[in-house]
């Protein structure tokens, strides 16, 4: 078993997992219907400020980084059959999580050309979302320092590419959810809730949704 976590938390995970994969169904089989990309747009922020408490409760970050990497190498292959890309097109999520992990431990660390690197390879390599993904998950972190200043953070960020990326604006959307947990997970601070033991296999359910869900996308669009 792995250490309690709270139930508001449980909550984003399955806002942030429906969200994706409305995004994906849009991306994938009905590109036609931008509605659906832009309801996916809740997603991103939310897995960001998931990984980031990841962070704060891990009790081995090389462990948490590896585990990420190796579902980033796992779900290349759906990634770029569910999107019909070429293989080392793009990168999908996970490894723009495991570098957005990377980026926030070396930050918190004061090592700044360490945390320079994930920016280079998200920008070099093209992972999904990019550089811009990396600088959200390090606004997630300053929200939980500081609420005021990572919002406005994450405001700004959006604002800096929205001339490039419109839609992604929409991810604003999250934010009262986020900062609403941030406030309450703050609060219960030092508390223990003995009923929030998280079950290991929900845990790496909840990482292996995205590899399968990707299939069956690809299984669909064959299909169809």
């Not at 999904?128 to 990572?150: H, N, S, T, V």
């Amino acid at each position: 078993m792995d250490r309690g976590f709270d139930a508001g938390r449980e909550i984003l995970k399955w806002v942030a997992i429906v969200s994706m994969t409305i995004d994906h169904v849009g991306a994938s089989l009905y590109p036609q219907y931008e509605v659906l990309r832009l309801m996916g747009r809740l997603s991103f922020p939310l897995f960001c400020y998931l990984l980031v408490l990841g962070l704060e409760n891990t009790r081995n970050v090389g462990n948490y980084f590896v585990r990420l990497f190796l579902f980033a190498l796992v779900s290349q292959v759906p990634f770029y059959l569910a999107f019909g890309i070429e293989p080392f097109e793009s990168f999908n999520i996970f490894f723009t999580l495991s570098s957005g992990l990377a980026f926030t431990y070396f930050y918190k660390s004061k090592n700044a050309p360490l945390a320079l690197l994930p920016v280079l390879a998200s920008s070099l390599l093209h992972f999904d979302y990019g550089i811009y993904g990396i600088f959200l998950i390090g606004c997630m972190y300053l929200i939980r320092e500081d609420a005021e200043l990572g919002a406005v953070s994450v405001v700004l960020l959006n604002l800096a590419f929205s001339f490039m990326w419109p839609t992604q604006f929409m991810s604003l959307f999250a934010l009262p959810l986020i900062l609403y947990h941030n406030s309450r997970a703050s609060a219960a601070m030092g508390k223990t809730d003995v009923k929030g033991v998280y079950p290991r296999w929900k845990k790496y359910l909840f990482y292996a949704y995205y590899p399968l869900h990707l299939l069956a996308l690809y299984a669909v669009r064959i299909i169809i």
